[in-house]
């Protein structure tokens, strides 16, 4: 194999195909007062992104993805640490969350392919990341069911934002371009798939985010640890 071809090498246990047959329309009812805080706090930190970057669907999503590869890396390492602490197993989360957190990147990675972001949306991720991982850490060390249930409502918000650039790049406002070997590479998809085929398989990920953080929210809602239930891996 050449060192560098001008594609992205496959490696079999980095690439995979997107399960898009779920449902991305799934919204989890706030009831208690713990999804009511988590719910509303993500609808205060959305309108301001929704200001800012409006129709900018790609620099939206780079920011957006910036700050999604966090809670995975923050939640698994917290939970590792945790493991080794009690000397005792995960049931599989650790390798779930890290694995949210290495999706996300790719979704970032890719984005990159296509648009490279100005200066000052450069400085806005620094800002953005260093205050969102920070709090997220005292957040998931505080309640790891709240920290998981906010990100289950950030990813319902994620599928929505995607939504809309699908419907964007479906009405022409938005240039269907050609999918970047990267996307094509990590998703396994046709080498003729274009940027709305990318999107698609994002969204995809992104409700298989939302329902993975809701779930492990209510397994301690209802008193358990997430160990005590076999974490949902395999669709990465």
């Known amino acids: 194999m050449e060192l560098f071809s001008g594609t992205y090498p496959k490696i079999p246990w980095e690439t995979y195909k997107a399960d898009t047959s779920i449902d991305v329309t799934k919204h989890h ?3 208690t007062f713990m999804d009511k805080f988590a719910y509303w706090t993500v609808q205060s930190l ?14 939206h999503a780079m920011l957006l993805e910036t ?38 990147r ?23 990341q260093g205050v969102f991982a920070n709090a997220y850490f005292v957040s998931y060390v505080v309640s790891p069911k709240l920290a998981h249930r906010i990100v289950g409502y950030l990813e319902e918000e994620a599928v929505n934002s995607y939504t809309e650039f699908l419907i964007d790049l479906e009405k022409g406002l938005v240039e269907n371009r050609p999918a970047p070997a990267i996307a094509i590479d990590y998703w396994q998809l046709p080498s003729e798939s274009t940027l709305k085929d990318v999107v698609t398989v994002i969204r995809a990920d992104e409700a298989h985010h939302r329902d993975l953080n809701h779930f ?21």
């Open 67 to 104: 700050v999604a590869a966090v809670p995975g890396m923050v939640g698994g390492m917290l939970l590792h640490l945790k493991s080794i602490r009690r000397f005792e197993h995960s049931g599989g989360w650790i390798k779930a969350l890290l694995e949210e957190a290495e999706n996300e």
């Open 29 to 31: 009812k706030a009831t």
């Open 106 to 128: 790719m979704h970032l990675m890719t984005f990159l392919e296509l648009s490279q972001p100005k200066w000052y949306e450069r400085a806005l991720v620094f800002v953005v």
């Open 46 to 59: 959305k309108f301001p992104t929704y200001l800012f970057f409006q129709r900018r669907h790609m620099c």
């Open 216 to 236: 492990a929210s209510d397994i301690q809602c209802e008193g358990h640890e997430l160990k005590e239930y076999p974490a949902p891996l395999g669709y990465h």
